[in-house]
């Protein structure tokens, strides 16, 4: 996922606390609250709760970032523009 679609579940979602920010995805995205959203969808949610769970398993890239420092990086990124 982008940059620009963290920042959007970050905002919309109001997700901030880096300790539970995956733990508060996941709730999200089990509940569908990601699908009806502009520019992601059904299978947009389903790679996230994939993704989720793969990260909790330790499967993950190690360049990765939480959400709320992909969404800092994300209005520095929309300010420069």
């Known amino acids: 996922m982008g940059q620009k679609k963290a920042f959007r579940l970050v905002t919309k979602f109001h997700l901030t ?6 733990d508060d995805l996941e709730k999200i995205a089990e509940k ?3 699908a ?3 520019g992601f969808g059904e299978k947009s949610q389903s790679e996230i709760q994939r993704a989720l769970a ?11 970032m939480t959400l709320p420092y992909a969404s800092d990086l ?6 420069l523009s």
């Open 17 to 22: 606390n880096p300790a539970t920010v995956v």
């Open 74 to 79: 994300a209005q520095i990124n929309d300010f």
């Open 36 to 38: 009806p959203l502009a």
């Open 32 to 34: 569908g609250d990601i």
């Open 54 to 64: 793969g990260y909790k398993l330790g499967n993950t890239k190690k360049a990765r």
